[in-house]
């Protein structure tokens, strides 16, 4: 699977972006989906993930309430809607995937497969 993650750019604190991930290489609704996102110096951090039907959805705390992941199983894709962007969601985001099963999503060592990032700047 070949992952594409697309979206990121510069905003003010408040505005909102909308990522896209497109996968290739696998039949769009044969595995699990999750956004990431990491800052130099720190260790990659679970933002959401969504499942194969895209009926079940998790969000880290710190983005709860702001943040949307949805996903278009014919378009191989999957999104995260960003609202109420604060200067602390500034990190590069990666789309990963996972054929599974697994109990545990929020781990990025669940996911095969990762995106090359995407770069989401926030100013205050």
């Known amino acids: 699977v070949q992952l594409q993650a697309s979206g990121g750019g510069l905003v003010q604190a408040g505005d909102s972006l909308r990522l896209s991930c497109t996968a290739s290489g696998r039949s769009g609704s044969s595995y699990y989906m999750g956004w990431f996102r990491q800052t130099p110096g720190r260790e990659r951090e679970f933002v959401s993930s969504?499942?194969?039907?895209?009926?079940?959805?998790s969000y880290a705390d710190s983005v709860k309430g702001r943040f949307t992941i949805s996903r278009d199983v014919a378009k191989n894709s999957v999104y995260l809607q960003m609202d109420s962007l604060k200067p602390e969601d500034t990190a590069v985001y990666h789309c990963?995937?996972?054929?599974?099963?697994?109990?545990?999503?929020?781990?990025?060592?669940?996911?095969?497969?990762w995106g090359q990032g995407t770069q989401v700047t926030v100013s205050s």
């Open positions: 990963a995937a996972t054929v599974g099963p697994s109990n545990d999503y929020a781990s990025s060592a669940t996911y095969e497969y």
């Open positions: 969504i499942s194969w039907s895209g009926v079940i959805t």
